[in-house]
Structure formats: structure tokens, C-alpha cells
């Protein structure tokens, strides 16, 4: 038996994630190894805390990433103010707000439903309305919910938490670094991340930040936290002056994470929103020009996941192995009952460009121009003439 040397091709990552990467990411994540208890290393650890209050947009101490994938962040999330027995309001509106729902079962805690239609938001009345029918302890809500290209408003939503004494819980996974989140401004308790997304790092590691109010809640549970491994009070203690070992560190994802949200902080996070806005607004300039329709409810759309309804007529694998096979790049499919009714692109982080749009629009149209669909007018040309008058 014989194994060749690794030798992975380069494709365009327009999914739901991960993303392509800059290559200083990927030399940082190939430095030299130190101990994790190395004072280089802990000098980086602050770094990379700094860099994500930065781009968090707070001033918690309590900010770290957490190892794992973004579901270890909501875990983490979820499992460290939940008792058994306590009411949390889930909102569901896609899939990861599905997701919420399982992981609050599970750690004994009683979800109480809210629910709207995948592809639109959740309303403070429907919320306001579930506070006034329950005790709950907190709400769980996605802010950028990767399965329908939702972005949800929260500013609002928090001001209802806290007049209800609730602490608010939210999935930032597909938002952070792409889309306008300000966690000291809108009140956000517990906020989670993943890394390969719009910080356009590799998957591995699930950024959290924890307000006061969120500490407090934890500090005084009746019952310690299910899990050892993502207990945050205990990951805390080695990512502050303490230094109390917990796990081993991961090394080089931290290098990677660093080089990663270092990226962000040069570009300016205003400056990257802006990019992210403008060319989602582009790329639904050329769908809509080519006569397709957006999934995601109008002035409420995810800009760094856009959600496309395939047409009819049209098979879902068929249009994306094409994508693949002769444009080597990727798009994603629809998750859960969305399942072959929609195409999620990903302009994520470095992968928001003008230049991606502009692919991506030709290479769908020709791909299903094979298919046998027929375009009212040019999604290129529509992109190209909003970009001209932006």
C-alpha cells in the first residue's frame, strides 16, 4: 500500500463555509510549534483576545475562543446558564435555531418555541409574548442563520430580554466580521462564533464573548456545569493573568486565529461591512436581473450568505456539480426542509469581492443556460452597472 504526499486542490469556497483562506493565515498556522504554557504563546493568547474584543466590538474580559467548531460555541453557550428545569425561549427560524432547540432538551432545560417561517425573522411580539407566558431564564436566537441567509435583528430584541430579567443568547456564526454586530451597544449577554466563515480561518475554533450579567448567572448556578471540557469559568482561568491549566492549548489554530482577525483589524471592520453589503447588494442586482428569486425575507437578508430559490425545472445536485466540475468552485445546498429549493452562496470575508460576484453570476448563468433555463436579462451586466453607480 502506498500514500502519495497530501496534495489538496485550490477551489473557490462560495458555500455556507468554510472559506478560502489568506495565505498569511495559512504560514501562521504552519509556525513553529512552542509549549502551551510558553510565554511567546500566552503573549499571543492576549493578542488574539484583544483582536476579537475588536472585532466582537466589546469590552468583555470574559472573550476567548473556545476549541471546537462552532457548535462547541453554542454548547458552551447553552450548557453554561441552563439548569435542569430552567425555561428558555428558542427562537426557530432555520436550522441552527433547530439545533438550539436539541441542545436545550438535552441539557434538561425547557424550551419554549417561537417559531416563524424559514426565511423570516422573529418578531419582538411573538417574543414579547412568550416572556409574558413563562419564567424563562434566557433566549437563544441565530443572528445570521446560515440555512435560510436571515439576518436577524437584535438591537430590540435585547431591550425586551432585559426588561423581562432574560438573558439573551446569540448565534453569531455566519455574522461576525461580515455583518454589523455590536455586542456592548445592543446588550448582547453570550455571543459565539465559528472561525471559518467570515473571519476566513480554518474550522476548529468558536470565538465566545460573556457580559457581566452572563458571568453572574453562572457563578451562581444551584448545579455545576455538565461539561467539564467547555465549563467557561474554567477555560477563563487559563486565558486570564491565572494562567490555571485546562486543556492543551491548540497551538497553531490560535497563530491561524490571530493572522486571521490581524487581517480584519487593517481593513477596518467598518470598512469590511461596507464590502460585505455591497457586494451581496450586487449579486442580487444580477439574480434578480436573470429572473431568480431571493429566499431570505426583503431588508432583512444576510449579506455574507445569500440564499437563491432554484427554479423550477431545475435539479439542485445537477447545477452545482457543473459549478464544481467546470468552475472548480463550490455553493451550497439547502439544509433541512429547504432541502433542494435553495442555493446558499457564501461572499464571505476575503471571498466578498467584486471579482467573485462577477464569476459566480457567469458561471451560473451558463450552467443553467445547459440546464435549460433562459435568463430575462444579463446577471453580469446588472452587477456591473450597480457597481458603476455605487
Known amino acids: 500500500m502506498h500514500f502519495n504526499e497530501l496534495n489538496p486542490p485550490e477551489r473557490l469556497l462560495l458555500g455556507p463555509g468554510p472559506s478560502n483562506v489568506n495565505p498569511r493565515v495559512l ?27 475588536y472585532v466582537f466590538k466589546t469590552k468583555n474580559e470574559f ?27 428558542v427562537c426557530v427560524n432555520g436550522f441552527f435555531g433547530e439545533r438550539m432547540n436539541e441542545l ?50 437584535i438591537k430590540e430584541l435585547s ?72 465549563d467557561l469559568q474554567l477555560i477563563n482561568k487559563y486565558w486570564t493573568e491565572e494562567r490555571v491549566y485546562h486543556h492543551t492549548g491548540p497551538i497553531s489554530m490560535t497563530y491561524a486565529l490571530r493572522e486571521a482577525l490581524r487581517i480584519i483589524h487593517e481593513e477596518g471592520i467598518e470598512n469590511r461591512l461596507i464590502r460585505h453589503s455591497r457586494n451581496s447588494q450586487a449579486f442580487i442586482k444580477g439574480i434578480e436581473a436573470m429572473g ?31 459549478l464544481f466540475d467546470c468552475f472548480n468552485l463550490e455553493i451550497g445546498g439547502g439544509l433541512g426542509m429547504l432541502k433542494g429549493k435553495i442555493w446558499r452562496v457564501g461572499l464571505m470575508g476575503r471571498n466578498s469581492t467584486e471579482k467573485n460576484v462577477i464569476l459566480l453570476l457567469e458561471a451560473l448563468e451558463r450552467t443553467l443556460r445547459k440546464e435549460g433555463y433562459h435568463k430575462s436579462n444579463s446577471g453580469v451586466g446588472a452587477a456591473i452597472d450597480f457597481y458603476d453607480s455605487t
Open 27 to 53: 504560514k501562521a498556522l504552519s509556525s513553529p510549534l512552542v509549549g502551551y504554557m510558553d510565554p511567546f504563546y500566552l503573549k499571543v493568547m492576549d493578542e488574539t483576545k484583544d483582536l476579537l474584543k
Open 63 to 89: 472573550t476567548f475562543p473556545i476549541p471546537g467548531s462552532g457548535m462547541a460555541g453554542m454548547e458552551a453557550a447553552l450548557c453554561n446558564v441552563i439548569e435542569i428545569g430552567d425555561e428558555v425561549l
Open 104 to 153: 436545550v432538551l438535552r441539557i434538561g432545560g425547557i424550551p419554549i418555541r417561537i417559531d416563524a417561517g424559514w426565511g423570516k425573522i422573529i418578531t419582538n411580539e411573538s417574543v414579547e409574548e412568550a416572556l409574558k407566558e413563562s419564567n424563562a431564564k434566557a433566549i437563544a436566537i441565530v443572528h445570521g442563520e446560515t440555512s435560510t441567509g436571515i439576518q436577524q435583528p
Open 159 to 230: 431591550k425586551l430580554a432585559k426588561s423581562y430579567d432574560a438573558l439573551l443568547i446569540v448565534d453569531a456564526v455566519t455574522s461576525l466580521g461580515g455583518c454589523k454586530l455590536d455586542i456592548d451597544a445592543w446588550g448582547i449577554d453570550i455571543c459565539y462564533s465559528g472561525t471559518q466563515k467570515c473571519l476566513n480561518c480554518p474550522p476548529g475554533l468558536a470565538p465566545i464573548t460573556l457580559s457581566n450579567n452572563a458571568l453572574y448567572a453562572i457563578q451562581n448556578r444551584k448545579t455545576k456545569i455538565q461539561s467539564f471540557y467547555l
Open 292 to 322: 431568480l428569486e431571493m429566499h431570505a425575507q426583503e431588508n432583512y437578508r444576510l449579506p455574507s450568505l445569500n440564499t437563491v430559490v432554484i427554479p423550477k425545472g431545475i435539479t439542485d445536485v445537477n447545477v452545482r456539480r457543473m
